[in-house]
Each structure stands twice: as structure tokens, then as C-alpha cells.
């Protein structure tokens, strides 16, 4: 499976946008791109996920770079609320669509 | 909206016992997942049950692990003799047809082995 890197931690203002950041430099070209975030004491929660195109839906924008290898969620105002780990994971069409979940990054909102 | 429910949320046993952790499903999803994280660690993929039958599994799952939909709306998780490493939250999912699709998580259950 393709792997993806994000950095450990990322710290944000309330209400200011935050970019998150994913490194998928060896992703194939039937990977979708998916992100879901886990909030503390809670499972995992689809955020969103696109193939090539950027994507916007009402909890945040996906940013894919022209050459697939880098991908950007963009939370527009973030709020307390948005604190959790946000987790970047691509999933190859046909494989069944388990999740790998890495150790994504934890974003940290202050107030 | 519509959500994936566990039951129980936490669950107490001693080792050696078996038990069973239930999941009901968005329903009209057709693909049922099992994953689960371990206190500070990683959520990690456990199975993947489509048309009645488990379609992928990890190296976790060995033979003490067993899924199964009773019914029409039930997806369960049975570990059969636990052991202490077994403690952990463990997250049902469930998603439509469609390839790609999001996959929806419910609240978890908390399984403790004394």
C-alpha cells in the first residue's frame, strides 16, 4: 500500500484557517485520497476524500496537488471543536477499502 | 441522520471468557468493518465482511475472532477466549456500495480484561 506522511503536530488560532499537510509521493493512480479525523474519546470520522480534483464539502476543502503526490485539508475557521488527529489515508479502487490508519497529526486549537 | 450504533460501550471480563460486541449498521450499507485501538496507539484494521462472508482480515485476526451478521441489521464481533493484550476500544464501520465511499464509524466499545 501507498504510505503517507504528515508531521506529528500542528497548532492553530480559533477561528483563523488551518492547512493540513500529507506527503503521498508514491500513490497510485486508482488511489483516492481520504481524510478522517478522530476526536478524543471518539472513533474515527470521515472528513473527506477526493481522487484528482479539489474538493469542498461543509466541514472542509481538499486541496490535491497537479501531481498527485501531496494533498492539503483546509479547515476554514477552526474552531475548538476541530481539535483531533487528523488522519490522511489513501485507498486503492478494488481492495476493499480497509483503512491503514497512521499516526496522523494532532491539531491543537487555542482559544 | 442516520448512525452506527455499539452496544455494549463498555465491557468488563475476565480472561479466558469469551465475548461478543455488537454493531448495527447504517442500513442500507452493504460492507461492515471491525477495527481497534489500543490505549495510545493507532486504530488498527481487524476485518472486512461483504455479501455474508469476511472478504479481507488482518494478521489480528486469528481464530479466536469471528464476525458474523445474525440478521438483517446485527454485525458482531465475537473474541472467543480473551486475553489481557485484547483490551481495547473496538470501532464498527460500515459503508455503502459505492468504491471510495466514506466509511462511517460508531462510538466504540470499551473492552476491559482483567
Known amino acids: 500500500d501507498a504510505k503517507t506522511t504528515q508531521p506529528n503536530s500542528m497548532e492553530s488560532n480559533e477561528e483563523e484557517p488551518v492547512h493540513l499537510p500529507c506527503n503521498h509521493s508514491?500513490?497510485?493512480?486508482?488511489?483516492?485520497i481520504h481524510w478522517y479525523r478522530q476526536l478524543p474519546s471518539q472513533g474515527p470520522e470521515y472528513v473527506i476524500h477526493?481522487?484528482?480534483s479539489n474538493v469542498n464539502n461543509r466541514m472542509a476543502s481538499l486541496a490535491i496537488a497537479e501531481d498527485r503526490k501531496s494533498s492539503t485539508l483546509i479547515l476554514h475557521r477552526a474552531t475548538l471543536r476541530d481539535a483531533a488527529v487528523y488522519y490522511c489515508?489513501?485507498?486503492?479502487?478494488?481492495?476493499?477499502?480497509?483503512?491503514?490508519f497512521g499516526t496522523g497529526t494532532r491539531l491543537a486549537v487555542r482559544p | 441522520e442516520p448512525e452506527v450504533t455499539q452496544t455494549p460501550s463498555h465491557q468488563v471480563t475476565q480472561m479466558g471468557q469469551e465475548v461478543i460486541l455488537r454493531c448495527v449498521p447504517i442500513?442500507?450499507?452493504?460492507?461492515f468493518y471491525w477495527y481497534r485501538q489500543i490505549l495510545g496507539q493507532k486504530v488498527e484494521f481487524l476485518v472486512s465482511?461483504?455479501?455474508?462472508?469476511?472478504?479481507?482480515k488482518s494478521e489480528i485476526f486469528d481464530d479466536q475472532f469471528s464476525v458474523e451478521r445474525p440478521d438483517g441489521s446485527n454485525f458482531t464481533l465475537k473474541i472467543r477466549s480473551t486475553k489481557l493484550e485484547d483490551s481495547a476500544m473496538y470501532f464498527c464501520?460500515?459503508?455503502?456500495?459505492?468504491?471510495?465511499?466514506?466509511?462511517?464509524f460508531g462510538p466504540g466499545t470499551r473492552l476491559t480484561v482483567l
Open positions: 464501520a460500515s459503508r455503502q456500495r459505492i468504491q471510495g465511499n466514506e466509511q462511517f
Open positions: 508514491t500513490i497510485s493512480g486508482t488511489d483516492y
Open positions: 477526493g481522487l484528482t
Open positions: 489515508i489513501l485507498i486503492r479502487i478494488g481492495s476493499g477499502d480497509k483503512l491503514t
Open positions: 442500513s442500507n450499507h452493504l460492507y
Open positions: 465482511f461483504y455479501n455474508n462472508e469476511i472478504s479481507e
